[in-house]
């Protein structure tokens, strides 16, 4: 039978309300861990709830969010004008999931499961210093010449030109509309198509913060699994070290995996979270959240970063 969840709001510290889900045990919580799922660019909270439903089946509490500007949390007026930036989606909208987590869950490990931008706003939110363990999956800041050289030139002509000049002409980027992931605010647009490999050059550098954004992502010390997919264009290996190398103090583990590994053709970038994966990757990411080790023959597998 599954489980409804109880949709709900949290407050962030510049005043704005991002809408969240969560499905939760009755009774006593000792040793249950929280799952807070962190979504990838453009895509609303509601594509993980099946696999939200399938942790909770499997004895863990889960909250899922949207980031401002997107699905649940999209603002009354439009995206037109609405002013976002991926500094916002880690430093206030993460960051009000992981103290509501705190406060509503009091004693109960944090975990986070981090779908692609997702492992980059984590090292963002002041609270990631709580968080037990990590699962990021495709986790990347969409620096280009990171991408999958066979395919790196359609995708700048796709993602870094004709998104950025769509979103300058209509005010925030129509996903929805074209069929490409959900509806967009501009300044993510912007800072998307114009990423830096180097952290001090990034299109956020006007952020001023305390700490300073780099050494914020020293400040998180779970365990992490970090998750490759062959044929993910955006998520290759070296797009991967490149976000975990600012996670310094962290423990980090690398699982690079083959559509092949689980008897499939394909997997991609965002099908790792589909329900058809249920009974081969989910599992993987729940013995890692549950226990912080992977199953054989995977976990011969793993290799430690840093």
Same mark, same amino acid.
């Given at each position: $039978?599954?489980?409804? %969840?109880?949709?709900?709001? &949290?407050?962030?510290?510049? =005043?704005?309300?991002?809408?969240?889900?969560?499905?939760?045990?009755?009774?006593?919580?000792?040793?249950?861990?929280?799952?807070?799922?962190?979504?990838?660019?453009?895509?609303?909270?509601?594509?993980?709830?099946?696999?939200?439903?399938?942790?909770?089946?499997?004895?863990?509490?889960? &909250?899922?969010?949207?980031?401002?500007?997107?699905?649940?949390?999209?603002?009354?007026?439009?995206?037109?004008?609405?002013?976002?930036?991926? &500094?916002?989606?880690?430093?206030?909208?993460?960051?009000?999931?992981?103290?509501?987590?705190?406060?509503?869950?009091?004693?109960?490990?944090?975990?986070?499961?981090?779908?692609?931008?997702?492992?980059? /706003?984590?090292?963002?939110?002041?609270?990631? #210093?709580?968080?037990?363990?990590?699962?990021?999956?495709?986790?990347?800041?969409?620096?280009?010449?990171?991408?999958?050289?066979?395919?790196?030139?359609? $995708?700048?002509?796709?993602?870094?030109?004709? $998104? *950025?000049?769509?979103?300058?002409?209509?005010?925030?980027?129509?996903?929805?509309?074209?069929?490409?992931?959900?509806?967009?605010?501009?300044?993510? &647009?912007?800072?998307?198509? !114009?990423?830096?490999?180097?952290?001090?050059? =990034?299109?956020?550098?006007? #952020?001023?913060?305390? %700490?300073?954004?780099?050494?914020?992502?020293?400040?998180?010390?779970?365990?992490?699994?970090?998750?490759?997919?062959?044929?993910?264009?955006?998520?290759? *290996?070296?797009?991967?070290?490149?976000?975990?190398?600012?996670?310094?103090? !962290?423990?980090? #583990?690398?699982? #690079?995996?083959?559509?092949?590994?689980?008897?499939?053709?394909?997997?991609?970038?965002?099908?790792?979270?589909?329900?058809?994966?249920?009974?081969?990757?989910?599992?993987?990411?729940?013995?890692?959240?549950? /226990?912080?080790? $992977?199953?054989?023959?995977?976990?011969?597998?793993?290799?430690?970063?840093?």
């Amino acid at each position: $039978m599954t489980a409804h %969840p109880r949709d709900f709001q &949290v407050v962030t510290a510049d =005043q704005l309300l991002i809408g969240a889900s969560e499905w939760r045990h009755d009774g006593e919580a000792s040793g249950r861990n929280v799952v807070v799922i962190a979504p990838a660019t453009s895509v609303r909270a509601r594509y993980y709830h099946r696999f939200a439903e399938y942790l909770h089946a499997s004895g863990c509490d889960v &909250v899922t969010f949207d980031y401002r500007g997107i699905g649940a949390s999209r603002p009354p007026g439009g995206l037109r004008r609405f002013n976002a930036s991926y &500094v916002d989606w880690g430093r206030y909208d993460l960051e009000a999931v992981l103290q509501y987590v705190t406060s509503r869950y009091p004693g109960q490990p944090i975990d986070v499961v981090a779908h692609s931008i997702g492992g980059f /706003t984590l090292g963002l939110a002041a609270s990631s #210093h709580r968080v037990r363990r990590a699962l990021t999956v495709g986790a990347q800041i969409a620096y280009w010449p990171d991408y999958n050289p066979r395919k790196r030139l359609q $995708m700048v002509l796709r993602w870094h030109l004709f $998104m *950025p000049l769509v979103a300058w002409l209509f005010g925030y980027f129509p996903g929805a509309r074209l069929g490409w992931l959900e509806d967009t605010p501009l300044g993510i &647009v912007r800072q998307w198509s !114009a990423l830096h490999r180097d952290f001090e050059k =990034q299109p956020w550098k006007t #952020h001023r913060t305390d %700490p300073p954004l780099p050494l914020q992502f020293e400040l998180f010390r779970g365990e992490t699994l970090a998750i490759s997919l062959a044929d993910d264009d955006w998520g290759t *290996p070296a797009a991967i070290r490149r976000l975990l190398d600012l996670y310094k103090h !962290a423990r980090r #583990h690398h699982l #690079h995996l083959e559509p092949a590994d689980i008897g499939v053709s394909q997997i991609g970038h965002f099908a790792y979270f589909n329900s058809r994966f249920a009974d081969s990757l989910w599992p993987l990411a729940l013995r890692w959240l549950q /226990t912080g080790a $992977m199953p054989a023959p995977f976990a011969a597998r793993l290799c430690a970063v840093g």
